[in-house]
């Protein structure tokens, strides 16, 4: 089977711009979450969808962040304005079942904001 | 609120050498215990998991890994190391009942020729 797939792989932009990253899950996994890594620090969680709806979006930052799941497939993560501590690796995953079911990542998008 | 610590953050260790990545978690409900690894250039693969029943549990590639819950610690053991082995290992932790991991800030583990 196809894994998670994340696009684009790395992105570089100047504050204040906007950025759209995309994830697609495997083939249906209705959990799908977001993951930041700051260099050094942490995976922290970001986001959870199940299918189309935002089960639980508390570690989401700010409202610069907005995640969308339209139709219950793909889902973005789009950073508008971007701010210099947005840097990261962004992860994506998915799984079957939430709680016990492990997750499977994607490759990550690092986000480097100059 | 869980959080979990990985103290080492960086593990040199000679070819065929013993190795253990510490991780140690904090939580006051029931968890499940996991190990990812990070491969240059990859996504994080599942290593191993607690779930329920036997405390200590094993990978296809001889890692293994005991919850230890008196201590809450699940430490990542493997008694001889190959240099395909270099990665970076993360320890994760989550409720039985809730979905989203925690994380720890990870063990960068180099195998040394």
């Known amino acids: 089977e196809a894994g998670v797939t994340q696009f684009p792989s790395h992105s570089v932009i100047e504050k204040g711009q906007t950025v759209t990253l995309r994830c697609d899950p495997i083939s249906g996994h209705d959990n799908l979450y977001w993951y930041r890594r700051v260099m050094g620090k942490e995976i922290k969680f970001l986001l959870h969808?199940?299918?189309?709806?935002?089960?639980?979006e508390s570690g989401m930052p700010n409202n610069r962040f907005l995640a969308e799941r339209t139709g219950g497939t793909y889902s973005t993560l789009k950073v508008q304005p971007a701010e210099l501590e947005d840097s990261g690796v962004y992860f994506c995953a998915s799984s079957q079942v939430g709680g016990r079911s492990p997750l499977h990542f994607g490759n990550g998008t690092r986000l480097t904001v100059t | 609120a869980q959080s979990v610590t990985q103290l080492d953050s960086q593990v040199p260790v000679f070819e065929e050498a013993p190795v253990e990545l510490r991780c140690n978690y904090s939580s006051s409900v029931s968890v499940y215990l996991f190990w990812y690894v990070q491969y240059p250039n990859q996504g994080l693969q599942l290593l191993l998991k607690y779930l329920s029943g036997s405390t200590l549990v094993e990978s296809i590639n001889g890692f293994e890994a005991e919850f230890n819950k008196s201590q809450t610690s699940f430490h990542l053991r493997k008694p001889s190391v190959h240099i395909s082995d270099t990665a970076e290992y993360f320890c994760a932790v989550t409720n039985t009942g809730a979905n989203n991991l925690f994380f720890g800030t990870g063990t960068r583990l180099t195998v040394i020729p």
């Open positions: 969808f199940v299918k189309e709806s935002k089960q639980d």
